[in-house]
């Protein structure tokens, strides 16, 4: 069985930084070592990250994910086991507000637009739609 795990947090780093984009350099390099996959996106200060794989790994993983100072305020939103992963293929998806935006696709939908106050099954929603989108590949930084 695989565990996984929501969590919400509070960046540190500023949005689209060399800081920000070594967390997914380097998340998507070792998360390939360790059989983890999952998704990471960032809106307005906020991150919310699904994580998968299996249980000790992962829970390895968060402690090490709590103590980093590039965010704060980590609060886990969920976790579980599953048979089947989610996002399979990827290493960790990544995303933003100007790629993708959660306040944009809730509006619409009509569901609470803040992410720091939606409830995890529409955080979920919104990363199984775009990951299904090309436009969680890899994205250019800048500075
Ligand atoms: C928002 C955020 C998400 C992260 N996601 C991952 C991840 O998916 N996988 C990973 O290995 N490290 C991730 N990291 C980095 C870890 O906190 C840690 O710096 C890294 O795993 C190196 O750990 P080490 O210093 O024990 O070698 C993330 C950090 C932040 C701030």
Not at 8 to 37: C, F, G, H, M, W
Not at 40 to 60: A, S
Not at 67 to 72: I, Q
Request: net charge neutral.
């Amino acid at each position: 069985m695989l565990f996984f795990l929501v969590y919400r947090s509070t960046a540190v780093v500023p949005q689209r930084s060399a800081y920000e984009a070594l967390i997914y350099l380097q998340a998507r390099d070792r998360n390939a070592k360790k059989e983890i996959t999952g998704y990471l996106h960032r809106e307005c200060q906020f991150y919310v990250q699904y994580l998968e794989g299996p249980e000790n790994v992962i829970k390895d993983l968060m402690r090490t994910i709590d103590r980093d100072w590039r965010h704060k305020d980590v609060q886990e939103l969920f976790h579980g086991h599953v048979s089947a992963r989610r996002f399979p293929g990827w290493d960790m998806a990544f995303t933003d507000a100007e790629t993708s935006s959660f306040r944009a696709r809730q509006v619409v939908l009509g569901s609470e637009p803040d992410i720091s106050k939606a409830s995890t099954e529409k955080i979920l929603e919104f990363m199984d739609e775009t990951a299904l989108s090309e436009k969680a590949r890899l994205m250019a930084y800048t500075k």
